[in-house]
């Protein structure tokens, strides 16, 4: 039987409110654009995106480095 055009709804919406608004916003305060986020929802990407944001040099961070004028 074939899902309901409801549960594939559902389903898209907990998706976007469980992966790709709490990446958005970590995406943003990390300097990043947050429409970085949205490569969440392609597979294999997405964990491409999780190591991108685990070892690289945050933007953000390099503000902080430098010293104040």
């Known amino acids: 039987m074939a899902p309901a055009m409801w549960q594939i709804l559902i389903t898209l919406v907990l998706i976007v409110v469980l992966y790709v608004v709490p990446m958005w916003k970590i995406a943003r305060k990390a300097g990043y654009a947050g429409s970085l986020s949205l ?8 964990i ?11 933007p953000i961070g390099q503000n902080r480095d430098r010293p104040a004028r």
Request: proline share 5%.
């Open 48 to 58: 491409v995106l999780l190591w991108l944001f685990a070892l690289a040099d945050w």
């Open 39 to 46: 490569l969440m929802l392609v597979p294999g990407l997405n």
